[in-house]
């Protein structure tokens, strides 16, 4: 019997056909599998929402899951807080993420709703009122800086699959006190996040006709 010598190693005829079938197969691999991979990174991208469906999807949610969010989710969305806009570029602000019990048995001390309760992480967003900025007419302007950060946040949270709700309701002298805030430091709003636990509600929204002229 005819047999293939390489190296060490003696080859059936049979077994020839079969590893010169390798660089077709490696071939294969790298130019169709490649192509293929390409249509599901377009897909992928396809799929994701679109600022319209974002602002949709992002609504106030009041029930959680306890599952532990990710951190790379929680980087994600502060990267987005992060590279918010504010007056003069001040960034008066401050955020304190809280995952640990005691912290968040503290936090809804401040606002005593159980579905709050049972949110696995709470944010706090505080305005530095030393660091914002304050036109010639003295208004403040830390109140909107830190609404567009707050925004920034529950829009990047919708963005990956997790719910948020604003929370301004809460003893903010309270939260102060329990969480050693300094003495130019305001909690402005708390935000509980984590993965929903119910659906979106249909938006209730004044009209285009109403909003504009
Ligand atoms: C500044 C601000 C303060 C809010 N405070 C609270 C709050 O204390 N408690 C609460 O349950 N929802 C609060 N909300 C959520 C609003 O009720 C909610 O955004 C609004 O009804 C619209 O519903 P949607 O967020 O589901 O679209 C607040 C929202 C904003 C923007």
Not at 142 to 169: F, S
Request: glycine content about 4%.
């Amino acid at each position: 019997m005819n047999t293939y010598r390489y190296w060490f190693w003696n080859f059936s005829p049979k077994e020839a056909r079969f590893w010169e079938k390798i660089p077709i197969f490696a071939y294969w691999t790298l130019v169709y599998r490649n192509d293929v991979n390409q249509l599901s990174v377009k897909l992928k991208k396809q799929e994701k929402m679109d600022f319209l469906e974002l602002t949709r999807n992002r609504y106030s949610c009041r029930n959680y899951q306890s599952k532990v969010v990710e951190q790379d989710k929680m980087d994600y969305i502060m990267e987005c807080v992060r590279l918010a806009p504010s007056a003069c570029n001040k960034q008066p602000w401050r955020f304190r993420i809280l995952t640990e019990e005691e912290e968040l048995k503290k936090a809804s001390q401040c606002y005593n709703r159980e579905w709050f309760a049972a949110a696995p992480v709470v944010i706090i967003a505080s305005i530095l009122h030393d660091e914002e900025w304050i036109r010639a007419d003295n208004k403040h302007h830390g109140d909107i800086d830190i609404a567009i950060a707050v925004e920034h946040l529950c829009l990047a949270a919708a963005e990956q699959g997790l719910g948020t709700c604003w929370v301004c309701n809460f003893d903010a002298e309270g939260c102060k006190k329990f969480f050693g805030l300094g003495e130019n430091e305001e909690a402005a709003v708390l935000i509980p996040l984590g993965y929903p636990a119910d659906e979106p509600k249909d938006k209730i929204r004044k009209t285009m006709s109403e909003i504009i002229g």
